[in-house]
C-alpha cells in the first residue's frame, strides 16, 4: 500500500469528522462544523493543527470498529488580529463530541504549549459528556434530584447568563459568538507579563461631548443610564459590556482611551437606583480581579446610594460580599 495515499485517506478522514450526514444535521441545528468554527476564529491560512491523526485506544462496546481520525476534537494554533493562539472545538458530529482519554490529553497538550508560550486559549466546547464507553458512569437527574427541569432551564445560555452568573456573554449563533471572542482577545495582553495592545483611533483625545454636562439629573431621585455616561467618554463610543445580563446595577466591561484598553467598572441608576447587592459586589469584584490579573486598568464611574437593604440580602451574607467589592476595587495593581 502507498504510504502517501494511506496518509492523504487519514487526513481526508480526518477533516470528514463524523461524515456528511452529521455535518448536514450540525447545520440543520443551526450550528457549525468544528472546522468552520476554527476557520471562522482564526486569521484566514494561519492554523496549524496538532495530532490531527491520532485515534482512541477503545476496544470495548464495538468502538474498535468506529475509529476517526482526530477523535472528535480539532486542536492547534494560529493568529487572531496577528497575535498568537492556541484553540481546540469539540466535533459533535465524532460521538457527539464526547471526552475521551485521547483528546483530553490533545486539550492539555494545546494548553501546556500555551502557558509555555504564553498564549490565550480558546476553548469551543460542544459536546454530550464524557465517553461513557471508556468507564465513566452517567447520571439521570431527575432520580437524583426528583426535580422536572428542561435541560434550557437548567443550563442554559439565558440560566447561566442573567440567573447563576457562571457565563459571560450570549449571542445568537457560532458566526456571531467567533467574532466577539476575536473581539474580546483584541483587549486583552497575549498573557499576564505582557501590556494590552494599543490600537489606532480616529477619535481625538481632547474631544468634548456636551452631553456630559446634562445628563445627571439635578433631582437624587430620578435615574438615569449610566451607558450614556459610558458611550459619550470612550473612544468610537464603544463598549464591550461583559456579563450584561446578570445582576444589570452594575456595569462591568472593556472600552479605549485613547486606544489603550481599560476596564470600565459602572454603578447603573437605571437599575435598583444603582445600590449594590450580594450579586453586583461579587461581579464587580471578579471584573477588578481579572483585570488586575491582566495589566489592564480601571475606569470606574461612581454613583451609588449604598447597599440594598432587606431580609435577602442579609440573610445572604450582605456584610461578607460587599466588602470585596469595596476591597477588590482598592487593590493594587501588580506586575
Not at 107 to 130: H, Q
Given at each position: ?21 452529521r ?29 490531527k ?18 477523535d ?9 488580529d ?6 481546540f ?16 490529553a ?5 494548553m501546556d ?24 458512569m ?7 434530584t ?8 437548567l ?55 456636551p452631553?456630559l ?68 459586589s ?5 471584573f ?9 486598568p ?19 451574607g ?18
Amino acid at each position: 500500500m502507498d504510504p502517501h495515499k494511506t496518509l492523504a485517506d487519514l487526513e481526508r478522514r480526518a477533516e470528514a469528522g463524523g461524515g456528511e450526514a452529521r455535518q448536514a444535521r450540525q447545520h440543520e441545528a443551526g450550528k457549525l462544523t468544528a472546522r468552520e468554527r476554527i476557520d471562522l476564529l482564526f486569521d484566514p491560512g494561519t492554523f496549524e493543527e496538532v495530532d490531527k491523526l491520532v485515534t482512541h485506544r477503545c476496544r470495548d462496546f464495538g468502538m474498535d470498529q468506529q475509529i476517526v481520525p482526530g477523535d472528535g476534537v480539532v486542536a492547534g494554533h494560529g493568529l487572531v488580529d496577528g497575535r498568537q493562539v492556541f484553540a481546540f472545538a469539540q466535533d459533535f458530529t465524532v460521538f457527539g463530541g464526547s471526552l475521551s482519554e485521547t483528546n483530553a490529553a490533545k486539550i492539555v497538550k494545546i494548553m501546556d504549549l500555551a502557558m509555555k508560550l504564553g498564549a490565550p486559549v480558546v476553548g469551543l466546547n460542544d459536546s454530550g459528556g464524557a465517553r461513557i464507553q471508556e468507564g465513566v458512569m452517567s447520571l439521570v437527574l431527575k432520580t437524583v434530584t426528583h426535580e422536572e427541569v428542561s435541560k434550557e432551564e437548567l443550563g442554559g445560555a439565558m440560566t447561566h447568563n442573567a440567573t447563576s452568573g457562571v457565563a459571560h456573554f450570549a449571542v445568537d449563533d457560532d458566526r456571531e459568538c467567533l467574532g466577539l471572542v476575536r473581539d474580546l482577545l483584541s483587549f486583552m495582553p497575549s498573557n499576564n507579563l505582557d501590556d494590552p495592545p494599543r490600537s489606532a483611533t480616529s477619535d481625538p483625545a481632547d474631544r468634548e461631548d456636551p452631553l456630559l454636562d446634562r445628563i445627571v439629573p439635578a433631582s437624587p431621585n430620578q435615574p438615569y443610564d449610566m451607558l450614556d455616561v459610558i458611550h459619550a467618554v470612550v473612544d468610537e463610543g464603544y463598549f464591550l459590556e461583559v456579563h450584561r445580563h446578570y445582576a444589570k446595577n452594575i456595569l462591568v466591561g472593556f472600552a479605549r482611551l485613547g486606544g489603550r484598553p481599560v476596564g470600565i467598572v459602572a454603578n447603573q441608576p437605571a437599575v435598583l437606583a444603582g445600590t449594590l447587592d450580594i450579586d453586583a459586589s461579587v461581579k464587580g469584584a471578579r471584573f477588578v480581579r481579572f483585570c488586575d490579573a491582566f495589566n489592564i486598568p480601571l475606569v470606574t464611574f461612581e454613583d451609588v446610594p449604598g447597599f440594598l437593604p432587606g431580609t435577602v440580602q442579609e440573610y445572604g451574607g450582605a456584610s461578607t460580599f460587599a466588602p470585596i467589592s469595596i476591597t477588590r476595587g482598592r487593590r493594587p495593581r501588580s506586575r
